[in-house]
């Protein structure tokens, strides 16, 4: 008898960088403009990546602002 293949629902390996936002800061979510002048500046790693006229970054991407990291590390 064959095997069955099952299907599995996967985490995606990118994601729209607005949905990102959602996930990560949920109704206060910076506007679109922000999150590219976060992307220009790095403030996001990984950095996203520009697939057409997109950004799409990894699920687990965090914005790490060097101020912010730097109070909660001597915090």
Do not use: C, Q, S
Not at 10 to 23: F, G, S
Not at 47 to 73: K, L, Q, T
């Amino acid at each position: 008898m064959r095997a069955r293949k099952t299907l599995t629902v996967e985490t995606p390996k990118l994601i729209p960088l607005e949905a990102w936002a959602k996930i990560v800061f949920g109704d206060y979510a910076p506007h679109r403009n922000t999150l590219y002048n976060w992307r220009r500046g790095g403030w996001i790693v990984p950095a996203p990546i520009r697939i057409g006229n997109r950004y799409f970054v990894e699920p687990n991407a965090v914005y790490a602002d060097e101020h912010g990291d730097m109070a909660r590390r001597l915090g």
